[in-house]
């Protein structure tokens, strides 16, 4: 059993950067690929980014140079680094866990947090 709960969304500016970050509890926290994806009003929600165990990463185009995913196994938390935010990156960012490396399908993922709002003001 793993129980998420991420932190650090809130309000920027179009251009500016944000660091969302995801506390895992559980012992086996490291035996997992970690993803988030985010959910924009009336929108699906959808896949942006993954990372292994050991630390390989996956990224969605939208995203790709701009979001950073990162880990720190011995702290049980993942991060979501993001540089220059655009207005459409508004949504309720969430981290999620899987035992599946590569996963991008939402129903690979087991273990869901509460989300976190973003919000990219122009």
């Known amino acids: 059993q793993v129980q998420l709960v991420e932190s650090g969304g809130g309000l920027v500016q179009a251009g500016g950067s944000l660091r969302t970050s995801c506390a895992a509890s559980?012992?086996?926290?490291?035996?997992?690929?970690m993803g988030w994806f985010r959910q924009a009003p009336g929108k699906e929600r959808e896949f942006i980014a993954g990372?292994?165990?050991?630390?390989?990463?996956y990224y969605e185009d939208s995203v790709k140079g701009r979001f950073t995913i990162s880990r720190d196994n011995a702290k049980n938390t993942v991060y979501l680094q993001m540089n220059n935010l655009k207005p459409e990156d508004t949504a309720v960012y969430y981290c999620?866990?899987?035992?599946?490396?590569?996963?991008?399908?939402?129903?690979?993922?087991?273990?869901w947090g509460q989300g976190t709002q973003v919000t990219v003001s122009s």
């Open positions: 559980g012992r086996t926290f490291s035996s997992y690929t």
């Open positions: 999620a866990a899987s035992k599946i490396f590569g996963s991008k399908l939402r129903s690979l993922y087991d273990y």
């Open positions: 990372i292994s165990w050991s630390g390989s990463t």
